[in-house]
């Protein structure tokens, strides 16, 4: 099954500290995207970042990067310098082959508490 | 501007009414999708419109019923629904059809249906 695993259904920090979600997947594809997309409370869905799988830099947009391991199938997201406004559910997701469809983890709740 | 617009914000209806969601973006992107989702659960695909055309039903009832006007608008036109129904309905659009697996999705706010 072409499947994305977050391990962590719920997580906190504290203010101005640093939080890493973990995520893995499942693909035979060598050519695919990774996303974390944000939802915090109000429902818009936001993306955060993402990854092209034949890069082997590691994407970074102001307080978020990620760890991309393409071997080990992992792609968590670290969250530096953590914000109130950063408490949200957080969804990774892949492209799943050339359907157009994401498949997404089934999210980790962070809090974060000031 | 990554912007995707829905409309109504809310909508509550009853299971013999008929009502439309409205969904419009002005990226110039040529894919659009519907999601359904449930609280604290990940977006689940209904349908995914690609230049127009529809490419992917995932097997919804048909008292769900998505149209595409023209590359900028999406509908998905309500009937008979049930109350397991109430969701929140997002909408998305990306540039392609995800062709070689590399579609980013913008996500609207969504709509939040409730059905009594």
């Known amino acids: 099954a072409q499947t994305v695993t977050q391990s962590q259904p719920e997580m906190s920090v504290q203010e101005a500290e640093t939080v890493t979600l973990s995520c893995t997947y499942d693909t035979s594809e060598n050519n695919y995207y990774l996303f974390w997309y944000k939802q915090p409370p109000s429902r818009q869905m936001i993306l955060v970042i993402r990854?092209?799988?034949?890069?082997?830099q590691n994407a970074t947009e102001n307080r978020f990067s990620v760890n991309f391991q393409k071997a080990a199938k992992s792609f968590s997201l670290k969250i530096s310098d953590s914000q109130l406004g950063d408490t949200a559910m957080y969804f990774c997701a892949r492209t799943g082959g050339n359907t157009g469809k994401l498949i997404f983890g089934q999210g980790t709740t962070l809090q974060v508490k000031p | 501007d990554t912007e995707v617009t829905q409309t109504p914000k809310h909508l509550v209806m009853g299971m013999t009414n008929k009502k439309s969601l409205k969904c419009e973006q002005h990226m110039g992107h040529r894919a659009m999708y519907w999601y359904k989702q449930k609280a604290k659960k990940p977006p689940e695909l209904m349908f995914v419109y690609s230049y127009e055309k529809l490419s992917i039903n995932e097997s919804v009832p048909s008292r769900f019923s998505p149209e595409c006007p023209n590359s900028s608008l999406l509908n998905l036109h309500l009937h008979a629904l049930q109350p397991e129904d109430s969701a929140l309905y997002l909408c998305a659009s990306s540039q392609d059809r995800g062709l070689a697996g590399t579609d980013t999705q913008y996500f609207g706010p969504g709509t939040r249906l409730t059905v009594l």
């Open positions: 990854q092209e799988a034949y890069k082997q």
